[in-house]
C-alpha cells in the first residue's frame, strides 16, 4: 500500500511539473493595451523609436510616476538576451535588505526585485518582454496587472 501511495505522489507532482513548465502564450500588444486601460493607465505606442521589426509600448501610470514597458522582439532569441540583460542589471543593484522571485519555464522567465524602495521586474515569454522599473509602493497593483497579462 505505501508503494501505491509514493508512486501515486510521484506520478502528480511529475503531471504538476509537467504543467507548470509547459510553454507559455505571450500576451498581445492588444491584451497589453486592453489590461493596462483597465487599471487606468495610459497606453502609449513608441514603436516608431525601433528599428523595424520590432514593437514597443508603454503603459504610464495614471500619477506618471512609473510605467510598464513591453516589448515584441522580432524573435525568442532576441527576447531572451534582453531579458537576459535587464535581469543581471536588475542583479546587479541589490541592496542589504532584498527580495527576489526567479521563475523558468519552457519559453518563458521572471525574475522580480525589490531592494532600496524600488521595485524591479523583467519577464519574457516567447519574442515578448516586460520590463518595469517603479516605486515599490505600487508593487502590488502591478503585480496583479501584470498576472492578469500572464507574464
Partial sequence: M??????????????F???ACGDKTP?????????????????VDISDQYEAGYTAYL????????QIEYYQ??????????YTVNRD?????????????ETNGANSAKYALSTAGT?????????????????????????EAIEELGY
Fill in 17 to 19: 511539473l509537467f504543467c
Fill in 27 to 43: 500576451a498581445t500588444p492588444q491584451e497589453f493595451q486592453s489590461v493596462m486601460e483597465s487599471y487606468g493607465y495610459q497606453f
Fill in 59 to 66: 503603459a504610464v501610470a495614471p500619477d506618471s510616476s512609473y
Fill in 89 to 101: 542589471d536588475f542583479d546587479s543593484q541589490k541592496g542589504d535588505t532584498n527580495t527576489v522571485v
Fill in 119 to 143: 521595485y524591479y521586474f523583467v519577464s519574457y515569454i516567447q519574442n515578448t518582454m516586460v520590463y518595469i522599473t517603479a516605486p515599490d509602493t505600487f508593487k502590488d497593483q502591478i503585480k
Fill in 2 to 15: 505505501k508503494k501505491f501511495i509514493v508512486c501515486l505522489f510521484l506520478i502528480a507532482g511529475s503531471l
Fill in 73 to 82: 522582439l522580432p524573435s525568442a532569441d532576441l527576447a531572451l538576451q534582453a
